[in-house]
């Protein structure tokens, strides 16, 4: 290579550089809302390790899209900026700067991922940015609560209360084990199983943990068989979940399994699993794909309009799930939008319920629900609901103590 | 370039008038960048600024010493725990304090790794330090003392965010940022002065001929044990350090954040920068965590034209939602570009620039 | 009859182990450095058979052969566009080039296939093979597809060491290894054997890709082969990069060391523990269990 290229390629390299500190924008008092619109912002996984997870954004930008389409509210739109942060917390910090200082987005919605999401949490608190409804299960969100932070994913001490507590009184099994993914969330829901068994005198046949990066988990499934419980409980991921229902029935054990909502998602469940889905018995955080509740038959028939190559599933109606409630407090603060208008009017939402859960906030709660239903799956298409929405009133600061 | 005449010369740090403007003209810049940019370019910033310690530090150890390591995550894992639980745990531990001592405990461990490179080399050396690195994400994840799979919030560190509030009008964020910046600058500043200086010295000439050859090193009476094992350890505490700040900066930390991945990301920023060259470190760790931190769906699909195309070839042959990895295709490429043409680095086409312009008009 | 079984699976995952190994051990053998891009290759080839079978209605006898084609072509590819190069770049460059190919490999799949999981047919119907059907020896029990991995592993190894001991090509690609200039000198074209040499590495991790999502029930996404490749190259290590044997012990014994420690201890560390051992035994033996000691030339 000649020395002129290499200048040129160095010239374009520092340009890269130096170009993007040159947009220096102002933001104003009354960031992120004009009398015609309001920046909304979020950030999840488009790619990488987690991307399974990134439907959830896109659901959401739907939701903006039928609000806008039905005339938006109070006469303002609303402009959604999704960030793809790859599910590192480093770049979520630098897209969640970005949007706030450079864009100036009034509020996030969404959120996906612990760690991503802690990264920025006091972040956004600090600045008086709105929060609402992480989408993802974390203890850390609402305990403690803060200020501008909103709330209703359920947590895996719930979803462990309320499986239990089926799996006792209805099916009148007394033995289990859970098959869990060694990160928070997980291991949330392994702990609260475990201490909810022995407050009732019962004791854990076995708690299988698996790694995230793990592919063979044939000496998990044959510890599971071993322990030979009666009901097994996954907190795992979808590919772990399909490995490890195809080697327990390659090694012939065959237990009543539950599934927490993270596996909800059935259609593809299914298929993965081989048909091994089967009668399996899940909790839900929102309704069943094919609901026929007018709002649902809505935002289907909007899917088909505005996103037809995208796959209706469970993680993507969800993000207009975990949008719903924002809209509607914006819907409440009408033409008059400050930030702390729209903290007053989420505190003001009481039972309210699109396609997930019955929520309620008020000035002193932030988790706004701690809810789900149970179904079982009969085919790949079609679900059996089991009981309505339940609500646990299980304590997770029980075992939060004894994690920290 | 100039000749160097004698040693003493080329131990001097700033050894010409020239080179003393140039010195003094960067620090003024890196003093009035954070009043100059907005406050979220600055976080960044502060970020590549982290990478740039490690880039240097891993230097000592791939570039100079010649040791190959998968595991400086584990390290930069260690200095970040270390420094938060001193800080938590010991409520009376100053910050910088904590920052060092987390740096010296990350060096502890730096040593031990050490001893494995006395009998193994290439790909063996490669696994020993890839185990390492994934064994001390687990450990800290098993135990509840560092906080378990919840990860630690971290501690807020700030000295002179409220003048700057004050006095030149800042917002608290931006304000914050600057704060943080100070901290950041003055320990990447410190420290390659310092990785220069040990490269300058005994320890350097030392590091520098084991790598060139260990049994001709030792036959000349260079104690390879001892340089070895203190060459990780040096690299294992520039690593702590920053993993200290990067735990400042990012507020949170838990044992996924620590991953394979990162180990890779550290080691292309050597060699994309440069391999034996500490400016070469800055150029990449700057080049690499940039294109890291920008290299996303956005910014891709707003490149003008290629943007256009890109959603339309995405839009007409592959999935719907994949667009998004084109920034790993991008960032593979340009990483191995880097490398294809130049196997110097950025560090090699500095050194064109340099030449191409001393003889310029000839 | 619990102690069978953990071993079982031991020998079968290490075989897969062993199989990436081996392909990683052949790029080593010629040009001393690791391919971290061994792992993507196969993932995309396994990505290949997956497009062939749902998308043009193949057979999977025909995807698989599809399939092996296509990791020929994407190894040759690589080798001549991005390593043919008349500059030295040294081994911390050909790893990075790998490492950045690796990358390009990831994007790609991801951008081609998105991010949901997809189902890799675990039968090779019409061949009478299948992932969900047992075969029970006394107590203990290992599916069709399981045993034709240890079948592949090994005879492939025996091939491949048939194949270099015994065929022209194969001693060709032997004397490229011990040094290249004498070797053309000799008449051999060098950089056509370095071809031939990432082809055939390519297409043994494509086998191993295409038998490790059926062999551990796992669907299909970009993300499998990481960890795999990390076993894989592991694997190698402790047997000995430069030795063909040493895949397959160095395989089988991870394997086996990581499914007795996972049953009888911990699930949680048996990755952990595995590169402990690992570490151990590289300290007493440098080279590999199977391996001679790494001598160089001063």
Same mark, same amino acid.
């Given at each position: 290579?000649?020395?002129?290229?290499?200048?040129?390629?160095?010239?374009? @390299?520092?340009?890269?550089?130096?170009?993007?500190?040159?947009?220096?924008?102002?933001?104003?008092?009354?960031?992120?809302?004009?009398?015609?619109?309001?920046?909304?912002?979020?950030?999840?996984?488009?790619s990488?390790?987690?991307?399974?997870?990134?439907?959830?954004?896109?659901?959401?930008?739907?939701? @903006?899209?039928?609000?806008?389409?039905?005339?938006?509210?109070?006469?303002?739109?609303?402009?959604?900026?999704?960030?793809?942060?790859?599910?590192?917390?480093?770049?979520?910090?630098?897209?969640? $700067?970005?949007?706030?200082?450079?864009?100036?987005?009034?509020?996030?919605?969404?959120?996906?991922?612990?760690?991503?999401?802690?990264?920025? $949490?006091?972040?956004? !608190?600090?600045?008086?940015?709105?929060?609402?409804?992480?989408?993802?299960?974390?203890?850390?969100?609402? =305990?403690?609560?803060?200020?501008?932070?909103?709330?209703?994913?359920?947590?895996?001490?719930?979803?462990?209360?309320?499986?239990?507590?089926?799996?006792?009184?209805?099916?009148? $099994?007394?033995?289990?084990?859970?098959?869990?993914?060694?990160?928070?969330?997980?291991?949330?829901?392994?702990?609260?199983?475990?201490?909810?068994?022995?407050?009732?005198?019962?004791?854990?046949?076995?708690?299988?943990?698996?790694?995230?990066?793990?592919t063979?988990?044939?000496?998990?499934?044959?510890?599971?068989?071993?322990?030979?419980?009666?009901?097994?409980?996954?907190?795992?991921?979808?590919?772990?979940?399909?490995?490890?229902?195809?080697?327990?029935?390659?090694?012939?054990?065959?237990?009543?399994?539950?599934?927490?909502?993270?596996?909800?998602?059935?259609?593809?469940?299914?298929?993965i699993?081989?048909?091994?889905?089967?009668?399996?018995?899940?909790?839900? =955080?929102?309704?069943?794909?094919?609901?026929?509740?007018?709002?649902?038959?809505?935002?289907?028939?909007?899917?088909?309009? @505005?996103?037809?190559?995208?796959?209706?599933?469970?993680?993507?109606?969800?993000?207009?799930?975990?949008?719903?409630?924002?809209?509607?407090?914006?819907?409440?603060?009408?033409?008059?939008?400050?930030?702390?208008?729209?903290?007053?009017?989420?505190?003001?939402?009481?039972? =309210?319920?699109?396609?997930?859960?019955?929520?309620?906030?008020?000035?002193?709660?932030?988790?706004?629900?701690?809810?789900?239903?149970?179904?079982?799956?009969?085919?790949?298409?079609?679900?059996? $609901?089991?009981?309505?929405?339940?609500?646990?009133? =299980?304590?997770? !600061?029980?075992?939060?103590?004894?994690?920290? | 370039?100039?000749?160097?005449?004698?040693?003493?010369?080329?131990?001097?740090?700033?050894?010409?008038?020239?080179?003393?403007?140039?010195?003094?003209?960067?620090?003024?810049?890196?003093?009035?960048?954070?009043? *100059?940019?907005?406050?979220?370019?600055?976080?960044?910033?502060?970020?590549?600024?982290?990478?740039?310690? %490690?880039?240097?530090?891993?230097?000592?150890? %791939?570039?100079?010493?010649?040791?190959?390591?998968?595991?400086?995550?584990?390290?930069?894992?260690?200095?970040?725990?270390?420094?938060?639980?001193?800080?938590?745990?010991?409520?009376?531990?100053?910050?910088?304090?904590?920052?060092?001592?987390?740096?010296?405990?990350?060096?502890?461990?730096?040593?031990?790794?050490?001893?494995?490179?006395?009998?193994?080399?290439?790909?063996?050396?490669?696994?020993?330090?890839?185990?390492?690195?994934?064994?001390?994400?687990?450990?800290?994840?098993?135990?509840?003392?560092?906080?378990?799979?919840?990860?630690?919030?971290?501690?807020?560190?700030?000295? *002179?965010?409220?003048?700057?509030?004050?006095?030149?009008?800042?917002?608290?964020?931006?304000?914050?940022?600057?704060?943080?910046?100070?901290?950041?600058?003055?320990?990447?500043?410190?420290?390659?002065?310092?990785?220069?200086?040990?490269?300058?010295?005994?320890?350097?000439?030392?590091?520098?001929?084991?790598?060139?050859?260990?049994?001709?090193?030792?036959?000349?009476?260079?104690?390879?044990?001892?340089?070895?094992?203190?060459?990780?350890?040096?690299?294992?505490?520039?690593?702590?350090?920053?993993?200290?700040?990067?735990?400042?900066?990012?507020?949170?930390?838990?044992?996924?954040?620590?991953?394979?991945?990162?180990?890779?990301?550290?080691?292309?920023?050597?060699?994309?920068?440069?391999?034996?060259?500490?400016?070469?470190?800055?150029?990449?760790?700057?080049?690499?965590?940039?294109?890291?931190?920008?290299?996303?769906?956005?910014?891709?699909?707003?490149?003008?034209?290629?943007?256009?195309?890109l959603?339309?070839f995405t839009?007409a042959v592959m999935d719907?939602?994949g667009i998004?990895y084109v920034?790993y295709i991008i960032?593979g490429l340009?990483?191995m570009?880097?490398?294809?043409?130049?196997?110097?680095?950025?560090?090699?086409?500095?050194?064109?620039?340099?030449?191409?312009?001393?003889?310029?008009?000839? | 009859?619990?102690?069978?079984?953990?071993?079982?699976?031991?020998?079968?995952?290490?075989s897969l182990y062993a199989l990436i190994a081996l392909s990683m051990v052949i790029i080593y053998?010629t040009s001393?450095v690791p391919n971290f891009a061994q792992g993507e290759m196969a993932m995309l080839s396994t990505f290949f058979a997956y497009y062939l079978m749902e998308n043009a209605g193949f057979a999977f006898p025909y995807a698989f052969l599809g399939a092996l084609v296509f990791a020929a072509v994407v190894g040759v590819v690589f080798e001549f566009v991005f390593l043919r190069?008349?500059?030295?770049?040294?081994?911390?460059?050909?790893?990075?080039i790998t490492l950045g190919f690796e990358r390009i490999l990831y994007g790609i799949a991801g951008w081609k296939w998105g991010s949901e999981q997809k189902l890799f047919p675990s039968s090779f119907a019409p061949l009478?093979v299948?992932g969900?059907?047992?075969?029970?020896?006394?107590?203990?029990?290992?599916?069709?597809i399981?045993?034709i991995i240890?079948?592949v592993a090994?005879s492939l190894i025996?091939l491949i060491?048939?194949f270099?001991?015994?065929?022209?090509v194969g001693?060709?690609m032997?004397?490229?290894?011990?040094?290249?200039?004498?070797?053309?000198?000799?008449?051999?074209?060098?950089k056509r054997i370095m071809s031939l040499t990432w082809a055939m590495s390519a297409v043994v991790g494509a086998i191993a890709g295409m038998l490790l999502v059926p062999g551990t029930?796992t669907s299909l996404d970009a993300n499998i082969m990481l960890a795999p490749l990390?076993?894989g190259f592991?694997?190698?290590?402790?047997?000995?990069?430069?030795?063909?044997?040493?895949s397959?012990?160095?395989?089988?014994?991870?394997?086996?060391?990581?499914?007795?420690?996972?049953?009888?201890?911990?699930?949680?560390?048996?990755?952990?523990?595995?590169?402990?051992?690992?570490?151990?035994?590289?300290?007493?033996?440098?080279?590999?269990?199977?391996?001679?000691?790494?001598?160089?030339?001063?």
């Open positions: 290579m000649n020395r002129f290229y290499s200048f040129i390629i160095a010239m374009a @390299f520092a340009s890269f550089l130096i170009l993007p500190g040159c947009a220096k924008k102002a933001v104003d008092e009354r960031r992120g809302v004009t009398d015609t619109t309001v920046k909304i912002g979020q950030w999840g996984p488009q990488g390790p987690a991307a399974l997870w990134g439907a959830v954004a896109r659901g959401s930008d739907l939701y @903006f899209k039928i609000i806008n389409e039905e005339g938006g509210i109070a006469g303002r739109k609303i402009q959604h900026f999704i960030r793809d942060d790859g599910y590192q917390p480093n770049r979520t910090k630098s897209e969640v $700067k970005q949007l706030v200082e450079g864009e100036g987005v009034f509020a996030f919605v969404g959120g996906l991922g612990t760690a991503t999401g802690m990264a920025v $949490k006091q972040y956004l !608190n600090d600045n008086k940015v709105p929060w609402v409804n992480p989408s993802s299960p974390s203890s850390h969100w609402t =305990f403690p609560q803060s200020k501008y932070l909103f709330n209703f994913f359920p947590l895996s001490s719930t979803e462990a209360d309320l499986l239990l507590k089926y799996a006792m009184e209805n099916l009148k $099994k007394n033995s289990f084990s859970i098959f869990y993914q060694n990160d928070d969330y997980g291991k949330l829901g392994y702990l609260a199983a475990k201490h909810i068994l022995e407050k009732k005198g019962l004791k854990l046949a076995e708690g299988v943990s698996v790694e995230n990066a793990d063979d988990l044939s000496s998990h499934a044959l510890k599971l068989k071993n322990a030979n419980a009666d009901v097994v409980i996954m907190w795992v991921n979808p590919k772990h979940a399909s490995i490890i229902l195809g080697q327990c029935a390659n090694i012939g054990y065959k237990p009543q399994w539950m599934a927490s909502s993270t596996l909800s998602d059935m259609a593809i469940m299914y298929k699993s081989r048909g091994l889905w089967k009668d399996m018995i899940f909790a839900n =955080f929102t309704e069943s794909p094919d609901s026929d509740s007018p709002l649902m038959k809505k935002y289907r028939a909007y899917h088909q309009k @505005f996103a037809p190559n995208e796959r209706w599933g469970v993680f993507y109606y969800a993000g207009i799930m975990f949008a719903e409630p924002m809209v509607e407090a914006l819907k409440k603060c009408g033409k008059d939008l400050t930030v702390e208008n729209f903290v007053k009017a989420m505190e003001s939402i009481k039972d =309210f319920q699109g396609i997930g859960p019955k929520i309620t906030y008020g000035p002193n709660q932030r988790q706004g629900a701690n809810s789900i239903f149970i179904a079982k799956c009969i085919s790949d298409t079609k679900a059996q $609901k089991l009981t309505g929405w339940l609500t646990s009133d =299980f304590d997770v !600061n029980e075992i939060l103590k004894q994690v920290k | 370039m100039d000749i160097k005449r004698d040693y003493y010369e080329d131990i001097r740090l700033l050894g010409s008038g020239a080179k003393r403007f140039w010195f003094g003209v960067m620090m003024l810049a890196l003093a009035v960048t954070p009043f *100059l940019l907005p406050g979220h370019v600055l976080s960044d910033v502060n970020f590549i600024a982290i990478n740039v310690i %490690v880039a240097i530090g891993l230097n000592i150890l %791939v570039g100079f010493t010649g040791q190959v390591s998968l595991g400086h995550a584990g390290f930069f894992a260690i200095g970040a725990y270390a420094t938060v639980l001193l800080m938590s745990a010991a409520q009376f531990v100053p910050f910088p304090l904590a920052l060092l001592a987390a740096g010296l405990i990350a060096a502890l461990f730096g040593f031990v790794l050490g001893l494995p490179s006395l009998k193994l080399e290439g790909p063996y050396l490669a696994i020993a330090t890839l185990g390492f690195g994934m064994a001390i994400t687990q450990i800290i994840g098993r135990f509840s003392v560092f906080g378990g799979r919840d990860g630690i919030q971290v501690p807020e560190v700030h000295y *002179l965010d409220r003048l700057f509030v004050e006095y030149a009008g800042m917002t608290a964020s931006a304000a914050k940022a600057a704060d943080l910046y100070f901290i950041i600058i003055v320990f990447a500043v410190a420290m390659t002065i310092m990785a220069r200086n040990i490269i300058k010295t005994r320890v350097g000439r030392a590091f520098i001929a084991i790598r060139d050859d260990d049994i001709a090193a030792q036959s000349m009476g260079v104690h390879v044990t001892l340089y070895k094992t203190l060459s990780f350890a040096v690299s294992a505490f520039f690593t702590g350090v920053a993993g200290g700040l990067y735990a400042i900066w990012l507020g949170y930390i838990n044992p996924e954040s620590f991953g394979f991945i990162m180990s890779v990301l550290f080691l292309a920023m050597v060699v994309v920068g440069g391999v034996g060259s500490i400016m070469g470190s800055v150029l990449g760790a700057i080049v690499i965590s940039f294109l890291d931190l920008n290299l996303k769906q956005n910014t891709i699909v707003q490149i003008p034209v290629l943007g256009n195309v959603v339309m839009d719907t939602n998004a920034s960032f340009i990483m570009l880097i490398v294809v043409f130049e196997p110097l680095g950025l560090f090699g086409f500095w050194i064109r620039i340099k030449k191409y312009w001393k003889t310029w008009p000839f | 009859m619990m102690i069978l079984q953990p071993l079982i699976d031991g020998l079968a995952i290490g053998k001393e190069r008349e500059k030295e770049v040294g081994i911390l460059g050909f790893i990075l009478p299948s969900s059907t047992m075969i029970h020896l006394g107590g203990v029990s290992i599916s069709q399981k045993l240890v079948i090994v025996g060491f048939l270099f001991k015994y065929t022209r001693i060709a032997k004397a490229t290894q011990q040094n290249a200039t004498a070797a053309r000198i000799n008449g051999i074209r060098t029930n990390l076993k592991a694997a190698a290590v402790l047997g000995g990069m430069n030795t063909l044997v040493g397959i012990g160095g395989g089988i014994i991870l394997g086996v060391i990581e499914k007795f420690f996972g049953f009888y201890i911990s699930s949680e560390f048996e990755t952990v523990v595995a590169f402990l051992i690992i570490v151990i035994i590289l300290w007493f033996r440098p080279g590999g269990l199977f391996g001679r000691h790494y001598v160089r030339k001063v």
